[in-house]
């Protein structure tokens, strides 16, 4: 051994020793023993883990705590040397057991922020804040590998017959790398010679009797305060191993030490390196408002403040002072932001007791205003904007790793609100980026770029010669990993088909996205062949119908459908068809047929449809035996996996709403996976929704529905416990006050404060989430039940079957009454509460419920988008169409036909164009050909 080998190796023994006694005998003036009873509790819960904190190391001895900053990966190794020891004195039995132990750091002197990494922390120990926005699922990485020694090399060999002892000699198992070495890298690396018989030769991996560790990587982002104004959030990739793998989900605000690294670039010679972090401990922070710090002193002031009979007033007013007027308004911001209480049912049922509210208005109504000065004064708030945000981006999504192409769980807004309250601007804008969003996630269910499409007038071309094509002469926009052309030619279309009959359609998007790193070519037995993503969805024919398998699940010899009508099948399953035609026609009481035969098929429909009493049930079996009978029947002749061979896109051509296109007379399939890469997660998103926006038209139209105004789909707007509509109308009186607030705010804006000291009034909202939950009494449950069933029984009597309220208002009341109970700290929910309530309640229900024509709230309007008096229009124009394309026996009807057939029903030639589109748009109706409509 060298000398400077035996130096470094006491210098190690040294540290190991002094690491050793700082485990056994540190223990600050008048205490036990910390770290000894530590052990003792790990030992007890099964753990091998040791959380240090790192000012003791540093009370006990600062040069032993600088050492482990500066030189983290020899220190730790050292310290976790120390552990075992101390453990094997403690419990020699548990050390055979477990064999490693870990020492995690804590308290770090201070924290790096992820925006001041710099160069002169790489290979140091260093601590982090910020939110966890991804997390990939745990995989397991090989720290030692079993390898085997196969064939010993000749060289050195003297002659035959010792050449075969040492052959029948060797051929021995070990670990590599030995323990004394540590672990492997991100490679394996093989020995030169083999540590049993000294010899090189062939070494063989053995994964199964190989040592494993849980791994996962993780992305930190810096938290929305400390962002600077202006500037996108940056973020760190972290990762995890052992028993830090999963301790926290998206959303979470986390505090990370670990060993700044530095990334080696994919390409050879490049001197630009990624910097990532191997965590050695992750704290999970206090969630929701915890992070308010509440002093004593602090305290006494809230209960004081809550004493003053006007403290609902002064709150109210204390929310964005500089802004006039809308009352109801900032009392609905200031329900949301104490929150309703949240319940758990004994089966682990979740109430919500979040407000969530809606401000659609005119423009210069001060909605952003509004909202900004909310993101300031919530304990938690996190702000975005439909026009940044999608529908996953508010929530999670799902999205691939670019270096590793590893799926992510990426949190959204409201997922990083988590506990407090979500600030949407602009929301009315959201809708086309969220179609974006919702086409990435079918970014690895694509077409490779040679695939040959068929389009209608076109013939046959290549995919992403043309796109890219398209892409070079038209206005592109790029999101994440997608591409999508923004105005698509009027000139192109392609054949869809609702399997009974082929028509064609202008895509609706397309677009291109990043390649994955491998394809599937399929062969199909008409002579087509398609090159696609591995999750690409692929129409076959199962017991169940037509089913959708996965491309990189298929295997020969399944049946596919092709064109309907065509007659041109290259195969025709007529057992398996047979077996799904008696099974169908059965279940209708229908007789089942003897032959899967097309003509027998047919008449078997007809006689069906004419002699057995009409249901829905019925019908939807019939026109699936029918699909069925009409397409043409073709196989896979192979599958064939091949790598990304420098590929950088795929592309898509979709079709709504059939989400189906033909190519090569077959039907292919193009849709969106939910549940991407097979990652389904439930997420903490306990957020308030405050959301603002614009009318559908630029300004509301009193004329037209809440949901004819307002660009977002019902299923959104129905989850909204208040919505207002702020109308901008000309009135000299509420002018002069408004232009008199504006003009002294701009003059004296130093003198417009708060009611309450914006910091004091933050600390007041936290504290009565943390601590006051409020309880109905018997007075505020009656004025609630009595409101509830007076409303629904007024609107039913003044127009049979309109439904004023739902059980979904009553929710929304009895959090509204909770909140408001809630800003004066009070333990009841009181008829006061309860009567305030119900006034917002009316003030929504007016506005967005009314409906002029009948003068009676409809929540229809709302709730499914039409009021009653509409949804009879719908029904009345569906069945002219049938009564016309019955009587006529032509395929269709024409909007003149139609409107002959109405007008005595009061329905104007403008609004019946309005329920075709409508009616079309929402697939209730299909356009056979131009202004000549069918029923779906």
């Not at 990485?141 to 090399?153: D, E, G, L, P």
């Not at 308030?688 to 809440?706: H, L, Q, W």
């Not at 019955?886 to 395929?891: L, S, V």
Request: aromatic residues 6%.
């Amino acid at each position: 051994m060298t000398e400077s080998r035996m130096k470094v190796d006491l210098r190690q023994a040294d540290n190991v020793e002094k690491f050793r006694d700082f485990l056994i005998n540190f223990s600050r003036e008048g205490e036990e023993k910390k770290y000894i009873s530590r052990i003792k509790q790990m030992i007890f819960n099964g753990s091998t883990s040791l959380q240090v904190d790192w000012s003791d190391l540093h009370y006990m001895d600062d040069l032993l705590a600088y050492y482990v900053l500066r030189s983290p990966d020899e220190a730790l190794s050292e310290f976790n040397t120390a552990l075992k020891n101390v453990v094997s004195e403690v419990n020699p039995s548990y050390v055979e057991e477990r064999k490693n132990f870990f020492v995690r750091i804590a308290n770090l002197p201070e924290n790096v922020s992820i925006r001041s990494i710099r160069s002169e922390h790489v290979n140091t120990l260093i601590s982090l804040e910020g939110i966890l926005v991804r997390v990939s699922p745990v995989k397991q990485k090989m720290v030692r590998a079993s390898i085997k020694h196969v064939t010993v090399s000749r060289k050195g060999v003297k002659n035959e017959e010792s050449e075969k002892d040492s052959v029948r000699e060797c051929g021995a198992e070990f670990f590599w790398p030995p323990e004394d070495q540590g672990e492997l890298g991100d490679i394996i690396e093989y020995p030169q010679t083999c540590p049993i018989c000294g010899r090189g030769g062939t070494f063989k991996l053995i994964p199964e009797k190989s040592v494993y560790i849980d791994w996962q990587r993780v992305v930190v982002q810096e938290r929305p305060e400390e962002i600077p104004p202006g500037q996108i959030p940056r973020s760190i990739d972290v990762t995890l191993t052992r028993d830090l793998v999963d301790l926290a989900r998206p959303g979470d605000r986390i505090t990370v030490i670990g060993i700044l690294r530095v990334v080696p670039p994919k390409e050879k010679n490049k001197t630009l390196y990624d910097l990532e972090l191997e965590a050695n401990n992750i704290l999970v922070s206090q969630k929701t408002l915890e992070e308010v710090d509440i002093t004593r002193e602090d305290e006494e002031k809230i209960i004081e403040l809550s004493k003053d009979p006007w403290i609902r007033k002064k709150i109210i007013a204390s929310i964005a002072p500089a802004i006039y007027n809308h009352w109801d308004e900032k009392e609905a911001i200031a329900l949301a932001l104490f929150g309703g209480v949240p319940k758990e049912t004994r089966d682990k049922m979740r109430i919500r007791g979040d407000i969530h509210i809606l401000l659609i208005g005119d423009p210069g109504t001060a909605k952003s205003q509004l909202l900004q000065y909310v993101s300031r004064l919530a304990p938690r708030a996190v702000y975005t904007t439909g026009k940044g945000s999608s529908a996953a981006g508010l929530t999670a999504a799902v999205i691939r790793d670019k270096r590793t192409g590893d799926f992510y769980l990426e949190a959204g807004a409201m997922v990083l609100a988590d506990g407090g309250v979500a600030l949407i601007d602009e929301i009315d804008k959201m809708r086309e980026e969220d179609r974006v969003a919702i086409h990435e996630a079918m970014e690895q269910q694509s077409y490779h770029e040679s695939s040959m499409l068929e389009l209608a007038e076109m013939g046959w071309i290549k995919i992403g010669d043309f796109v890219e094509e398209l892409m070079r002469k038209g206005s592109v926009k790029t999101i994440g990993d997608t591409v999508y052309l923004e105005k698509i030619p009027d000139w192109i279309e392609v054949k869809t088909t609702d399997f009974k009959e082929v028509f064609t359609v202008r895509p609706t998007l397309i677009s291109k996205h990043k390649a994955p790193n491998k394809f599937y070519r399929i062969k199909y037995s008409n002579g087509y062949e398609v090159t696609v993503t591995p999750e690409h969805p692929v129409f076959v024919l199962s017991e169940r119908g037509i089913d959708i398998v996965r491309a990189d699940q298929l295997k020969k010899g399944l049946i596919v459908p092709g064109a309907p009508n065509n007659g041109d099948s290259t195969q025709f399953p007529e057992h398996l068809l047979l077996k799904i035609y008696r099974k169908l026609m059965t279940s209708i009481k229908c007789p089942p047929p003897y032959t899967p035969l097309r003509e027998e098929i047919s008449l078997l429909i007809g006689s069906c449809r004419e002699n057995m009493p009409e249901n829905d049930e019925k019908k939807r079996v019939l026109d699936q035996v029918e699909r069925l009978n009409m397409v043409s029947w073709h196989s896979i002749e192979s599958i064939e996996e091949l790598q990304n061979s420098g590929e950088e896109w795929v592309y898509d051509l979709t079709v709504e709403p059939t989400r189906r296109f033909i190519s090569g007379g077959l039907i292919l399939h193009n849709t969106v996976s939910v549940a991407k890469a097979g990652i389904v997660a439930r997420l903490n998103a306990r957020a308030s929704v405050v959301a603002a926006g614009n009318p559908k038209f630029g300004r509301y139209i009193p004329e037209k529905t809440v949901t004819d105004n307002i660009n977002l789909p019902v299923t959104i707007l129905s989850r909204f416990d208040l919505i207002f509509i702020l109308k901008d109308k000309p009135s000299t009186a509420y002018d002069s006050l408004l232009a008199r607030h504006m003009l002294q705010v701009h003059r004296e804006a130093e003198m417009v404060q708060p009611e309450i000291p914006l910091d004091l009034l933050k600390k007041y909202i936290s504290y009565a989430r943390r601590y006051v939950k409020p309880v109905l009494t018997d007075e505020a449950n009656k004025v609630l039940m009595n409101f509830f069933v007076e409303m629904r029984r007024m609107g039913s009597e003044a127009q049979p079957g309109v439904v004023s309220i739902t059980p979904r208002q009553l929710e929304a009341l009895i959090r509204l009454a909770e909140a408001h109970a809630k800003m004066g700290l009070r333990t009841e929910v009181t008829e006061e509460d309860a009567y305030e309530a119900i006034r917002l309640m009316k003030v929504f229900l007016t506005q967005v419920g009314y409906q002029s024509d009948t003068g009676v709230i409809d929540i229809d309007a709302l709730m499914v988008g039409l009021p009653k008096t509409k949804k009879e229009k719908f029904i009345l124009v569906e069945d002219k169409i049938v009564e016309i394309t019955n009587e006529t026996g032509a395929e269709c009807a024409t909007i003149k036909e139609i409107y002959e057939r109405v007008r005595h029903e009061g329905i104007t030639e403008k609004e019946l164009e309005e329920i075709i589109r409508r009616m079309y748009r929402e697939g209730i109706i299909t356009e056979k050909k131009m202004g000549c409509y069918a029923k779906a």
